[in-house]
């Protein structure tokens, strides 16, 4: 743990935008090192910025994301609203009711978890001793791995998630924290009789649940010691717009000198439906950019469609990566993978940047609304470097660029402002030729 962290609170409205968040926060629950003797360098990333540590009722350290979740009921499939980390109940124990009156009990159909899931159940007994009382769903199991003492230290496993992922809590590898999820109440996940498509919609939620979503914010915010400001991921294109105009215009007026980094991410394309369902998805995509726009100190639309509303435009294609885009798992994760990349600043160990220092500059006369582009992975020589890359004649690292931006084409204006970040540079002079090199237009 950092001696000294600037704390950001992350909110998350929307299924798609929790798709994407997923991605995110398992990218960063991969690299936690939580014994620095398994360092084997420098520890290059602060996990506390966007991270908390607790304590559950056994006593034991917990570490979740400082996070809000804003999604419908019957969306989270396996997952508990309040997750399963805090529990004291015994698994198998019988639970006493202190109501003595007549009591009938009815049995929903359980859903039965994917591979991941079962594999991260079985780890983790593993890890609290339980080795011989931890069981999966099949009678046998055969894992992959090795026998090491007491544990049983996991090889690693390729998981074809494809058709197994339905909701983004199918993948989602931390745990969460009780005060995470903010369900609304009103309406269901895949009920295509009442749907939240509406913008208004999503604003009158915010005031039926006003107060349970100030507890929320409350709750993470005042425990931070130093915090620097909010990153929101929305999705614009249906009511989760109206519920996070709402929130920043009103909830976050007690943190007006915080910044906001608000991302409005949107799937690759849309299932098709009726003419005037899409004409209601465009109208929210806007009175979402005109509510969240004013609020934010910096507001960024990601998607990897060109126009997700038509499926004859053209994706991002990066030469070197494959991916269906009629999969929210598969879009998600890209769009993931450059959040992560545009915030490592944010959480670097040494010489972090401020949410105020890395938005200031790109904002100039409060013009907020930025576009990014993303070389996923930048292509270099098998056997050369970036400095040799950069340092060629024709070198030209917007060729190279895609768009993640709607309606924004490859590089084809001249940015009156940039912030470019390169992860993976092999060596410090790499790092300063990409500094030097020609300006990315």
């Known amino acids: 743990m950092s001696r000294i962290s600037r ?35 420098p520890k290059e990333i602060n996990n506390d910025v966007l991270f908390r540590e607790g304590e559950n009722l056994m006593h034991e350290v917990t570490y979740t994301p400082r996070l ?47 591979e991941f899931l079962q594999d991260l159940d079985f780890e ?34 390729f998981y074809n998630l494809d058709d197994s992922v339905v ?24 009920n295509d009789l009442e749907t939240f498509d509406i913008f208004g919609y999503g604003a009158d939620v915010y005031k039926e649940q006003r107060d349970e979503i100030e507890d929320h914010l409350r709750f993470f915010a005042e425990e931070c010691d130093n915090l620097e400001g909010f ?23 007690d943190y007006r000198k915080k910044s906001s980094m608000v991302y409005s991410v949107s799937p690759g394309t849309f299932p098709a439906t009726p003419v005037n369902r899409e004409h209601y998805q465009l109208l929210n995509v806007a009175m979402s950019y005109d509510g969240l726009l004013p609020s934010s100190s910096i507001f960024i639309p990601m998607s990897v469609s060109s126009s997700p509303w038509k499926a004859s435009e053209p994706f991002c294609q990066c030469p070197y990566l494959q991916y269906r885009i009629d999969l929210p798992y598969h879009t998600s994760a890209l769009l993931a993978a450059n959040i992560d990349t545009i915030t490592l600043p944010l959480r670097l160990e040494d010489g972090p940047m401020s949410m105020h220092d890395l938005i200031s500059p790109l904002t100039p006369f409060e013009r907020k609304l930025m576009s990014t582009y993303t070389s996923f992975p930048l292509p270099i020589d098998e056997y050369g470097s970036l400095l040799d890359t950069l340092s060629r004649d024709d070198a030209d690292i917007s060729r190279r660029l895609r768009s993640l931006t709607p309606y924004v084409s490859e590089c ?15 060596s410090p002079r790499s790092a300063e030729a990409l500094y030097h090199s020609k300006p990315i237009h």
Request: aromatic share 12%; net charge negative.
């Open 7 to 41: 704390e950001i609170v992350t909110l998350q409205f929307g299924h798609y935008a929790s798709f994407v968040g997923t991605h995110w926060w398992n990218i960063q629950n991969s690299a936690f090192i939580y014994n620095p003797s398994d360092l084997t360098g």
């Open 68 to 114: 809000i979740i804003f999604d419908l009921k019957r969306s989270l499939n396996t997952l508990k609203e309040t997750g399963t980390l805090y529990e004291l109940q015994t698994p198998g124990k019988d639970v006493s009711y202190p109501w003595e009156g007549k009591m009938e009990k009815f049995d929903l159909d359980s859903k039965s978890r994917n």
């Open 124 to 157: 983790e007994a593993l890890e609290r001793g339980g080795a011989l009382h931890a069981e999966k769903d099949t009678d046998e199991v055969e894992m992959e791995g090795i026998e090491t003492g007491d544990f049983k230290v996991f090889e690693p496993k």
């Open 167 to 190: 909701v983004w809590s199918d993948f989602l590898k931390p745990h969460l924290h009780p005060k995470t999820m903010a369900i609304v109440k009103n309406f269901q996940h895949g």
């Open 231 to 253: 990153i929101l991921l929305v999705d614009s294109y249906n009511a989760f717009g109206g519920l996070a105009s709402s929130f920043l215009l009103d909830a976050l007026d």
């Open 412 to 426: 084809s204006l001249a940015p009156f402002s940039q912030y470019s970040v390169c992860r993976g540079v092999d």
